[in-house]
């Protein structure tokens, strides 16, 4: 088939599995790897106070970033070369074989491993079951697992806008910015920023354990995150006035207004454009409110998560996929030829 076929078949197979799959189990995922390596790192590091520590934080992401950058590609190389010739195929005019096939099915799994979108509702409906029993204690317990806050004895409103704060804020993290960088470069970009991302969330914290060593991973984040999460309020405005969303206000204005709400300097702008489009405010007490109107009910938080998801789509449709088009495969299908070849000369 043709390159551009297979760009749009990994962006649909990528969003099905995401849907109807989900993720692997937790010790067979290769985050789950990542994490224990960066930790078998963190635990050998001495030297924490000097611009070393910050060299050894750069060289730790490079580490990771190649070790599983360069598997996937390896692996996706592997499938598309073993299983090519078999099985062809034609399909209205296109045609193709079991390998191309297979390619784009384990290509879409692996970009779906750096992603994740329709996990929130999963993470969210046990806590709406336990708020509509009541049971605010159980909701608390169940949003402690998703929130880095103290939620222990927190009221309804405050637990319904901790998920919907939680929700909007991955919007990019999670999804706009692996799915734009695997538009760019392939799957090695959806990789190259789930690194960061995982690196910043263990190691960028301002203490004298992790500010010279997560020096490096949080703010090559914070750069990669900087276009998805300024073009998230477009996206998110045009997906609530789709909805057709009662109360909205104007995303893009609001998130500009009120981005620098919270600390990070990419967070507050899917979160506010959020709030805004909702017609709801959101508050992490003793840090920041945003947003005008009551705080979220029980029934927005589901309502959040639909949003976001279809945020998603239309980011996937309207940015992803003619950047994959492009760039994507093609760059992807470059990296794995130049591997295939390596693997040959050194044979």
């Known amino acids: ?89 034609e399909l209205f005019g296109q045609h193709g074989d079991l390998g191309e096939i297979l390619w784009i099915i384990v290509t879409g799994l692996l970009v779906k491993v750096c992603f994740a979108l329709f996990a929130f509702r999963r993470f969210c409906a046990p806590i709406q079951e ?81 500010n010279m060593i997560g020096h490096f991973p949080a703010r090559w984040d914070d750069v990669l995150g900087f276009i998805p999460s300024r073009l998230s309020p477009l996206f998110v405005g045009f997906a609530a006035w789709l909805m057709r969303i009662k109360g909205r206000r104007p995303a893009t204005r609001a998130a500009i207004r009120e981005h620098k709400k919270t600390p990070s300097p990419n967070s507050g702008w899917p979160m506010t454009a959020t709030s805004a489009a909702m017609g709801i405010s959101f508050e992490k007490e003793g840090v920041y409110v945003m947003g005008e109107g009551p705080l979220p009910s029980i029934d927005d938080v589901m309502r959040c998560c639909r949003l976001i998801e279809l945020t998603s789509v239309i980011f996937a449709i309207v940015i992803v996929l003619p950047l994959s088009v492009l760039f994507g495969v093609h760059v992807q299908i470059v990296m794995e030829d130049f591997l295939h070849s390596l693997i040959w000369v050194f044979r």
């Open 1 to 89: 088939m043709e390159l551009w076929a297979d760009a749009v078949l990994i962006l649909i197979a990528t969003l099905l599995i995401d849907r109807y799959i989900g993720d692997v189990p937790n010790r067979y995922h290769p985050l789950r790897w990542m994490g224990n390596l960066l930790t078998a790192i963190d635990n050998r590091i001495r030297n924490r106070t000097s611009w070393s520590a910050t060299v050894l934080g750069f060289l730790s992401y490079l580490l990771v970033l190649l070790l599983f950058g360069l598997a996937a590609l390896i692996i996706t190389d592997a499938v598309r070369h073993v299983f090519s010739g078999i099985l062809k195929f």
């Open 130 to 210: 336990d708020l509509r029993r009541g049971d605010t204690d159980a909701a608390a317990e169940k949003t402690q697992m998703m929130v880095n806050r103290k939620t222990a004895g927190m009221d309804e409103a405050h637990i319904t806008s901790s998920c919907c704060e939680t929700v909007s804020e991955n919007l990019v993290d999670s999804v706009l910015s692996p799915l734009m960088y695997y538009g760019i470069l392939g799957m090695f970009g959806a990789v190259l920023f789930r690194c960061a991302n995982l690196m910043d969330a263990m190691w960028g914290r301002r203490n004298e354990r992790y």
